[in-house]
């Protein structure tokens, strides 16, 4: 069945930086687009970045120029590398396959001084 497993979560200052890891399992991972979104408390979940099969890339215009999305279709997995952390990005972030109607647990970001 479909899994999609977050990781890399953490407690970080504002300025610092964390990398997410989603590891995907049960689906072609290379035929798919892959999103990652965030919630935050009390908020809408939020389309936080894309990447296509081809490789091209979006961004919300909150984390552009700060956060950078990859894949790896030799593993299965895509990447959030996520720079210069604002309070504001505090919230669970989680991965998504578009199409697929699978959320896994997500990873809980803080970015707090």
């Known amino acids: 069945q479909v899994q999609l497993v977050e990781s890399g979560g953490g407690l970080v200052q504002p300025g610092g930086s964390l990398r997410l890891s989603c590891a995907a399992s049960?689906?072609?991972?290379?035929?798919?687009?892959m999103d990652w979104y965030r919630q935050a408390p009390g908020k809408q979940r939020e389309l936080v970045a894309t990447?296509?099969?081809?490789?091209?890339?979006t961004y919300a215009d909150s984390v552009k120029g700060r956060f950078t999305i990859s894949r790896d279709n030799a593993k299965n997995t895509v990447s959030l590398q996520m720079n210069n952390l604002k309070p504001e990005d505090t919230a669970v972030y989680f991965c998504?396959?578009?199409?697929?109607?699978?959320w896994g647990q997500g990873t809980q970001v803080t970015v707090s001084s």
């Open positions: 049960g689906i072609i991972f290379s035929i798919y687009v």
């Open positions: 998504t396959a578009r199409g697929i109607h699978y």
């Open positions: 990447i296509t099969r081809a490789y091209s890339t």
